[in-house]
């Protein structure tokens, strides 16, 4: 394993160690930096005596960030075997972003009527501060707003669906990276992000699932053809046909598609 984490930083003299907490989570925001910048890249294994003794901690907090960062998705492990960092592959670039859409796009049909102005208005900070932190230098911030945005809506589903789709969310992080590598993503990304917020604002449900299917769709096949063109997404292909199963029927699939249009893998 690369010898590329920082030890963290010896107390004050005099002072006490850092609490339990804090120390866990240095290790996890260590950890997990390291894997999504490609440090620690995908098929390496860790070893929890080496990232103790890099870090300058214990065993046990290591253990427990290695714990969260197993329920990302990131690492697998085995009992009596080393912690495997994940790999990144199209199939489960597919499956993820199927389940994203079979998830998120069944909840805003029930949520968005419920928003409250106040909702709207924090959805809109949230624009605010990814046009703030569009640089690429800025992606963890720009996430962070990204992250919130679209968790707003589905917060009022109640925490079992926050839950499951925060964790979804977090898995997708790896894969979001490489999207935001493209040219225009960014601004892409502005211009769904608004139609999303303008339909919310609308109280539209079926208009925000369509639109929310579709961000997530442009964003697994814009991956899938930059990474391997030939690759068959048929599991997001069905989950967007559901999605796109509104009131409109036919008018709204054709209007989908031109929206989708030019690119590789058509829907």
Do not use: W
Not at 114 to 143: H, V, Y
Not at 204 to 221: N, Q, S
């Amino acid at each position: 394993m690369p010898d590329l984490l920082s030890p963290a930083s010896d107390p004050t003299p005099g002072q006490p160690e850092s609490a339990p907490g804090i120390r866990m989570a240095d290790a996890y925001e260590r950890i997990r930096s390291a894997i999504l910048d490609g440090v620690l890249p995908p098929g390496g294994r860790l070893s929890q005596v080496r990232i103790a003794d890099q870090l300058g901690l214990s065993r046990t907090p290591v253990r427990e960030a290695l714990r969260l960062i197993e329920k990302e998705g990131l690492i697998t492990s085995e009992r009596g075997r080393q912690v495997v960092i994940s790999q990144t592959s199209m199939a489960d670039l597919d499956e993820l972003y199927a389940l994203r859409i079979k998830l998120d796009t069944t909840t805003v049909r029930a949520t968005v009527p419920e928003l409250t102005d106040p909702d709207i208005a924090a959805m809109s900070d949230c624009l605010a501060a990814m046009d703030k932190n569009s640089a690429p230098g800025l992606f963890a911030e720009f996430d962070a707003a990204h992250r919130e945005f679209h968790m707003i809506p589905i917060r009022l589903a109640g925490s079992r669906h926050a839950d499951y789709s925060t964790q979804l969310n977090e898995h997708a992080e790896r894969y979001r990276r490489i999207y935001m590598t493209q040219p225009s993503s960014y601004q892409q990304s502005r211009d769904e992000h608004r139609a999303i917020m303008d339909a919310c604002a609308a109280r539209d449900g079926e208009e925000v699932a369509t639109l929310l299917a579709e961000h997530y769709a442009r964003i697994a096949l814009t991956i899938i053809a930059q990474i391997d063109p030939a690759f068959e997404p048929r599991q997001l292909r069905s989950a967007v046909r559901v999605a796109r199963q509104g009131r409109d029927g036919q008018e709204r699939k054709l209007a989908s598609e031109r929206r989708l249009a030019g690119k590789s893998l058509p829907l």
